[in-house]
């Protein structure tokens, strides 16, 4: 079975960090995009960070500065790293990435779109 583990959410002061983490586990061949998404209640869930499977990466404009997204192909995770952070990032943060598979029975690869669970961050003033 496929699937995104989020961690290293929690409770932070304004002005601190925290890192967030996104581990692909199961028959993952490797990550091709992934993206941070957040959400609050009431509202749509919104990208945050991409990073394309060459490593190009993309913002937000209310995270550009602070926000870092990045990758490690060899344990298949990507990383959030926030700092400096507000009350206005208070969120559930999701990962989503296209993940390549390897089939076992066929040898066949192909890829698939999975979403974590999600994280919660709360930002306290």
């Not at 995104?4 to 304004?14: F, H, I, K, Y």
Request: hydrophobic fraction near 30%.
């Amino acid at each position: 079975q496929v699937q995104l583990v989020e961690s290293g959410g929690g409770l932070v002061q304004a002005g601190g960090s925290l890192r967030l983490s996104c581990a692909a586990s199961g028959n993952v061949f490797s990550i091709n995009t992934m993206g941070w998404y957040r959400q609050t209640p009431g509202n749509q869930r919104e990208l945050v960070a991409h990073i394309s499977g060459a490593s190009i990466t993309n913002y937000a404009d209310s995270v550009k500065g602070r926000f870092t997204i990045s990758r490690d192909n060899a344990q298949n995770t990507v990383h959030l790293q926030m700092n400096n952070l507000k009350p206005e990032d208070t969120a559930v943060y999701y990962c989503n990435g296209e993940l390549m598979i390897r089939d076992k029975s066929t040898a066949e690869y192909y890829y698939t779109d999975s979403w974590g669970q999600g994280t919660q961050v709360t930002v306290s003033s």
